[in-house]
C-alpha cells in the first residue's frame, strides 16, 4: 500500500505526513531517517517486528505499540544504527538532537507484556559454580528459557554481579546457562528487620529480558539515545511525551556526554510522560537524564551497567522516580593532559532542585557504584514535606552523598535512608553550618556514617538520632563470615569533622574528589551530638578484623570537635571495640606538611557519655595522650588506644591566631601546662595545605587541646604571642570553666572581648598572688574575666563553656602616678575606684578604656593604661600617638597645676607610649625621654621629641 507499491530501500529519507495513519507490518530496511508526522502502528499480529533507521523524529505524530491496558502481544526490535561522527538531527534553532537518536517532540507510546515480578532476592545461597538460584514463591511466572538476568552482589565487591541466561525454570528454581563465579548469599528472610525497615544483604535475581527492544547497533562504541524535547513549529508548540512500559533499551546512551538512553530535555508542563517496569542495560554513558523538565514519572525499571552516571535528575519539577534498581555503575577512564584520570560516578545524581519542586525519590536502589550510590539532597531542617525518603544504597564506595537544596538556609538534614555494605554509608561535606541525620539503617558498612560540614565557623552542629547500626548484619550466620567471606573494617562512624571548605557536586565536569580528603583545614568551632541510637552486632568474630562503632580515622591530622553521646542501645557490642583512636602518623614529618613533628590533632579527641549508656557509667573517652589523662579517674583501654575516665569533666579548648599573616608565621610548638597538677599537652599547628609542589609556609595556627575543666593553664609560645587571638572552651557547659595565663614578649597592652564587647579588668589587688576568680569584687566564673600584669606583662582570663574570649594587642599610653600614700591606705579607702573615676571624668573616656595594671611600693606608684579609641586604632601610627599624648599632656599639665584631684598627692609622672604596626604586627618601642618640672619650670633629655617615655618629677 505504499505509494509507489514500493517499500522504502536501504538509506531512503522517509516522511510520514501528518494525515498519513501507517501499519507497519513488514521489518523496515535499514533508512537513513525517518520523520513521524501523522501515525505509524505496530501490527499486532506479527510474531516479531523490527524498524531500522538512524534516525526516527517523531516530530508531531506518532509511534504506537499496544496500549496500557491491553499491551502488544508480539516483540518488537527498534534498531538505530550510526557511527558517532555521522550527521546530526537539528529540528530548532537551539536544539542539536545529535545523531543515532529517536527524538520525540510527539508521541512515543510503547506497550510491552511485563511478567508481575522482575526480581527476587534469592531464597538460598547459590555456591560458586552453581547453576541453579532459587527465588520466592511465584516470582519467577512469566520467565521465559533464554531470558536474560542479573544475580546481584551479596559481598560488597561490585564486581561480583553476574549476567547469565534461563536454561530452564521448575518452579521457584531456575537453571541457569553457566555457572555462578561468585558465592551469592541467600535465605529464606532478610537479615535484619526493624522499625526502620529491612536491611536485605540477600542477592537478587532480577529480570531484564522484556517484549520492546530499544537497541543502538554496535558501531563505534556508540550507542543509540532517545531524546524527549520541545519546539516550536511556526506558531504551534511540538511537545513530546513517551510512555515506555515493558521496554527493554540496549546499548543505548553516547559515550563521554551527558546525552543518556532517554533524555527529556527542556520539556515544560504538559502531559506526563512514564517509563515504567523497563530494563536499560549495557550503555556506554548515562542511562537516564531528565533535565530542566516537568512531569516524568519513572516507577518499576531496572538501570544496569552504567557509566559513570545511571541517573541524572537535575532542576526537574513535578516528577516522581518510584521503586527503581539500579545495578553496576562503572567509572570512566580518560586523559588530560598526558596524565589519566576516572571520574566519579553515581546510581542517581540530582545535583539541583529548584524551590518547590514537588520530585519525589523513594524506594529506589542501587546495588555496585565505583564512587557513589546517591548524590541528592537532603531536605531543609525545617521542612516537613519529606519527598526523598526510603531509598537503598548497596555496595558503593559512598552510599549517599548528601548535597544541600535551594531552600536549605544553612541546615540539611539526612533521613529515611538504608545503606548497606558500602565503604561509607552516607557521607556529606557540602557549606552548611548544621547537619542533621536521622531514621537511618546502616549494615555492614566500612563506616556507617562519615558527616562533615563544609564551611567555616565557631557554632557548627552535626546532630544524628534515631538510628539503628549494624556491624555485622549476619552475625547468626556463621558461614557468612567464613574465610572465603572475610569482612575487614566495619565501623559504625567515623568521628565527625568540621572542613572549611565544601566539595564540589558537579559530577559532569570535576575529576573525581574523595568526600574525607584531608587537604582541607577544619573549622574553629562545633558539637556532633549523637543520641537514640541502636548499635548491635560489634563483636570480634573469626575472619573479621578491624572493628569499632567509632574511628578517630588515621588520616585526620587537624581536630575533630567533642562528641556528646546519649541514650545508646548496645546488644551484641564489645566494649573493647567501642573506639579506635589514632596515633599521628610519622609520616606528616616534613615541611610540606606538619613540620619537625607530626600534627596533634588526633591526640586531642574528646567523647562525653552523659547518660552512662554507652561507657557502661557517665564518663568520656580520650585518646592515648599521657600527658593530659588524670591518672586517679582515667583507666587505659590498650584496644582502644585510649583512656576511659569516669566522669566528664574534661573539655577541649580551641584557639587560634587571627593575624593576616598568620599562616606565615609558625608559633608552634605551643605548651600547656597547669600549675596545680601535672599535665603537658604539645601542640603543633594544622597540616599544611599545598595541592601540587610545595611553594611556602601554608599552615593555620589553629589549636585544639583537651583540658581538665575548671583548672588554671599556664601557656608559652614559641617565637613572638600573636597579636590578635581568640579562645573558646568547647563541649562544656556553661557553668564550666579554665583559666588561662600567658607571657607577652612585648610590653603593649592587651584588651579582651567577649561576643565584640569589651571586658573590662577586674579591680586591681594588693595581694598579687589572688586568684583570679578569687579577687575582691570579681563577678565569680564570668566568661572573659581578666587581669593584666604590667611588670611581667602576663595576661591572665577565664573562659567559660562555649564562649568565644578575643585577645588583642591595641594602642595604649601606660602611666605611672607616683603618689604620696602608702599601699595599705590606698587600697583601705579604695582610692583604686576613686582613681580610674576621676581618669574618665578628666580625659572624656569610658570607663573601659581606663585599667589600673600594677600598684608599687615606693610612696604608692600606681601603673595605669590608657586605650586609644577604635577610630584611633583603625589610623596610622603617628595619628594614634598623638591622640595618645593629647592625654599624656592634659594629665601632665593638671598634675603640673596641681589639680588632678586624687586622694594623695601627686609625686611624679612617667609614661610609655605602645603603638602597633599594622603592617608587620609588631610593636614599636622608642628611646626614653625624662622631663623635670620644678617650680613650673620644665626641663628635658629628650633629643627625640617622638620618644615614647617621659618621666616628669613635680
Request: glycine share 8%; charged share 20%; aromatic share 8%.
Amino acid at each position: 500500500q505504499w505509494p509507489d507499491k514500493v517499500v522504502p530501500r536501504d538509506g531512503d529519507v522517509v516522511l510520514i505526513p501528518a494525515e498519513w495513519r501507517i501499519l507497519l507490518d513488514v521489518d523496515t530496511n535499514s533508512l537513513r531517517s525517518l520523520e513521524i508526522r501523522g501515525v505509524v502502528l505496530f501490527d499486532e499480529t506479527r510474531a516479531t517486528t523490527r524498524l531500522t533507521s538512524k534516525q526516527i523524529f517523531i516530530r508531531g505524530g506518532s509511534l504506537l505499540a499496544g496500549s496500557e491496558t491491553n499491551p502488544f502481544p508480539g516483540r518488537i526490535e527498534i534498531v538505530i544504527t550510526g557511527r558517532k561522527n555521522d550527521e546530526t538531527l537539528v529540528f530548532s534553532s537551539n536544539t542539536d538532537a545529535g545523531n543515532k537518536v529517536i527524538a520525540v517532540t510527539g508521541e512515543l507510546l510503547l506497550f510491552g507484556a511485563v511478567p508481575n515480578r522482575v526480581r527476587s532476592p534469592l531464597v538460598a545461597t547459590a555456591a560458586v559454580n552453581s547453576t541453579v538460584v532459587q527465588v520466592e514463591a511465584n516470582a519467577a511466572v512469566g520467565w521465559r528459557v533464554d531470558d536474560e538476568v542479573i544475580i546481584t552482589t551479596s559481598d560488597g565487591d561490585l564486581t561480583h554481579t553476574e549476567r547469565a541466561k534461563i536454561a530452564s525454570i521448575s518452579g521457584d528454581s531456575i537453571t541457569l546457562k553457566s555457572a555462578l563465579k561468585y558465592e551469592h548469599w541467600g535465605s529464606a528472610a532478610p537479615a535484619v528487620s526493624t522499625p526502620l525497615g529491612v536491611a536485605d544483604l540477600r542477592s537478587e535475581v532480577i529480570l531484564l529480558t522484556r517484549s520492546i527492544v530499544i537497541r543502538g547497533s554496535d558501531e563505534d562504541s556508540w550507542g543509540a539515545r532517545v531524546l524527549v524535547s520541545e519546539f516550536t513549529d511556526g506558531t504551534f508548540k511540538r511537545r513530546g511525551r513517551v510512555f515506555l512500559a515493558g521496554v527493554e533499551l540496549i546499548n543505548c546512551g553516547q559515550a563521554d556526554t551527558d546525552r543518556a538512553a532517554t533524555s527529556f530535555e527542556f520539556v515544560s508542563a504538559g502531559s506526563t510522560s512514564i517509563i515504567s517496569n523497563s530494563s536499560f542495560h549495557d550503555s556506554n554513558g548515562w542511562q537516564l537524564s531528565i533535565l530542566s523538565s516537568t512531569n516524568v514519572e519513572v516507577v518499576n525499571n531496572t538501570f544496569a551497567s552504567s557509566v559513570k552516571i545511571a541517573i541524572r535528575v537535575s532542576n526537574a519539577r513535578h516528577s516522581r522516580l518510584v521503586n527503581n534498581v539500579v545495578v553496576g555503575v562503572l567509572r570512566r577512564a580518560f586523559s588530560v593532559g598526558g596524565l589519566s584520570y576516572v571520574d566519579p560516578t553515581a546510581g542517581l545524581y540530582i545535583p539541583f532542585l529548584p524551590a518547590q519542586a514537588n520530585v519525589t525519590v523513594v524506594k529506589t536502589t542501587v546495588i555496585g557504584s565505583s564512587g557513589f550510590g546517591f548524590i541528592m539532597p537532603g531536605h531543609g531542617c525545617d521542612n516537613t514535606d519529606w519527598s526523598i525518603y526510603n531509598n537503598t544504597a548497596i555496595a558503593t564506595r559512598y552510599g549517599w552523598l548528601v548535597t544541600p537544596n535551594t531552600s536549605d538556609s544553612g541546615c540539611l538534614h539526612a533521613r529515611y535512608f538504608t545503606a548497606i555494605r558500602n565503604v561509607d554509608g552516607i557521607v556529606s561535606r557540602y557549606g552548611v553550618n548544621e547537619l542533621r541525620a536521622s531514621d537511618l539503617l546502616l549494615a555492614d558498612n566500612g563506616h556507617g556514617l562519615s558527616l562533615n560540614t563544609g564551611s567555616e565557623g565557631d557554632k557548627q552542629k552535626i546532630t544524628i538520632s534515631n538510628s539503628i547500626i549494624y556491624g555485622l548484619a549476619l552475625l547468626a550466620t556463621p558461614k557468612a563470615y567464613a574465610p572465603e567471606n572475610a569482612c575487614s573494617y566495619r565501623r559504625a562512624m567515623r568521628l565527625s569533622r568540621f572542613f572549611t571548605s565544601a566539595i564540589s557536586s558537579n559530577l559532569e565536569n570535576s575529576l573525581f574528589e574523595d568526600v574525607n580528603d584531608i587537604n582541607a583545614d577544619t573549622a574553629f568551632g562545633g558539637l556532633v551530638t549523637i543520641s537514640n541510637l541502636v548499635i548491635a552486632n560489634l563483636l570480634q568474630v573469626d575472619n573479621c578484623t578491624n572493628i569499632a562503632i567509632f574511628d578517630s580515622d588515621v588520616n585526620r591530622p587537624d581536630s575533630t570537635p567533642v562528641h556528646v553521646v546519649e541514650n545508646i542501645q548496645k546488644v551484641k557490642v564489645d566494649d573493647a571495640l567501642l573506639f579506635t583512636f589514632s596515633d599521628p602518623s610519622p609520616s606528616w614529618i616534613g615541611i610540606s606538611k606538619c613540620g619537625d613533628s607530626p600534627c596533634t590533632g588526633p591526640l586531642n579527641v574528646l567523647v562525653k557519655d552523659n547518660t552512662g549508656s554507652f561507657l557502661g557509667g557517665i564518663g568520656a573517652a580520650i585518646p592515648n595522650n599521657l600527658g593530659v589523662v588524670d591518672q586517679a579517674n582515667c583507666s587505659e583501654i590498650r584496644a582502644w588506644n585510649g583512656f576511659r575516665c569516669n566522669n566528664t569533666a574534661y573539655g577541649l579548648l580551641a584557639f587560634e591566631s587571627l593575624e593576616a599573616n598568620r599562616r606565615t608565621r609558625l608559633v608552634s610548638p605551643v605548651n600547656f601546662s597547669s600549675p596545680s597538677f601535672t599535665f603537658k599537652n604539645s601542640l603543633n599547628s594544622f597540616m599544611d595545605k599545598w595541592r601540587g609542589p610545595y611553594a611556602g609556609l601554608n599552615r593555620l595556627p589553629r589549636f585544639p587541646s583537651l583540658v581538665r575543666l575548671n583548672s588554671t593553664y599556664n601557656i608559652s609560645w614559641t617565637g613572638t604571642v600573636p597579636t590578635d587571638l581568640r579562645f573558646q572552651l568547647q563541649g562544656s557547659a556553661s557553668t564550666d570553666y579554665v583559666v588561662i595565663s600567658y607571657q607577652y614578649t612585648v610590653t603593649q597592652s592587651v584588651q579582651v572581648s567577649v561576643a565584640g564587647k569589651v571586658v573590662s579588668p577586674t579591680r586591681f589587688v594588693q595581694d598579687v598572688t589572688t586568684d583570679l576568680i578569687s579577687a575582691p569584687g570579681t563577678p565569680t566564673y564570668t566568661c572573659g574575666l581578666n587581669r593584666f600584669h604590667a611588670q611581667s606583662r602576663t595576661i591572665e582570663f577565664l573562659v567559660t563553656g562555649d564562649c568565644i574570649v578575643s585577645l588583642k594587642l591595641i594602642d595604649t599610653v601606660q602611666v605611672s602616678l607616683r603618689l604620696d600614700t602608702t599601699v595599705e591606705d590606698f587600697f583601705k579607702t579604695k582610692a583604686d575606684v576613686e582613681f580610674i573615676d576621676k581618669m574618665v571624668a578628666l580625659l572624656g573616656v569610658t570607663t573601659d578604656r581606663i585599667r589600673i595594671v600594677g600598684i608599687r611600693r615606693g610612696s604608692v606608684i600606681v601603673d595605669f593604661e590608657i586605650t586609644a579609641p577604635a577610630t584611633a586604632q583603625a589610623q596610622s601610627n603617628n595619628e594614634t600617638k598623638a591622640v595618645l599624648q593629647g592625654y599624656v599632656d592634659t594629665i601632665t599639665t593638671r598634675a603640673q597645676a596641681g589639680t588632678l584631684g586624687l586622694s594623695a598627692p601627686v609625686l611624679s609622672v612617667s609614661y610609655s607610649m605602645q603603638t602597633q604596626d599594622t603592617s608587620s604586627n609588631s610593636t614599636e618601642a622608642k628611646t626614653p625621654v625624662m622631663v623635670t618640672i620644678n617650680n613650673g619650670t620644665v626641663t628635658t633629655n629628650a633629643s627625640n621629641p617622638n620618644s615614647n617615655l617621659s618621666l616628669i618629677h613635680i
